[in-house]
């Protein structure tokens, strides 16, 4: 089983920015894919963005054009950039790698 830890989140006003980090344990990070989701209260998990191994990335419409994903394999880490941040954004951030899951780190957008 994959640890994996995220940070990063808090409380952010409209408009700003913040970077997520998801550090992950065991050899396969290179190998896999990586995605974030994430889940506002009172709503389903959704999908926000994916990093292949060969560095495409896909983002869902809501964030495109506003975060970016990245990776670095020395430090077994992925990084979720997220700009011009809207109360929208608000919700729980999670790192996935297959069938792991990280605890979630919390963003919120508000003035």
């Known amino acids: 089983q994959v640890q994996l830890v995220e940070s990063g989140g808090g409380l952010v006003q409209p408009g700003g920015s913040l970077r997520l980090s998801c550090v992950t344990s065991?050899?396969?990070?290179?190998?896999?894919?990586m995605r974030w989701y994430r889940q506002a209260p009172g709503k389903q998990r959704e999908w926000v963005a994916t990093?292949?191994?060969?560095?495409?990335?896909s983002f869902a419409d809501a964030v495109k054009g506003r975060f970016t994903i990245s990776r670095d394999n020395a430090k077994n880490t992925v990084y979720l950039q997220m700009n011009s941040l809207d109360p929208e954004d608000t919700a729980m951030y999670y790192c996935?790698?297959?069938?792991?899951w990280g605890q979630g780190t919390q963003v919120t957008v508000s003035s």
């Open positions: 996935n790698l297959d069938n792991d």
């Open positions: 065991g050899s396969i990070f290179r190998l896999a894919f």
């Open positions: 990093l292949t191994q060969r560095g495409q990335t």
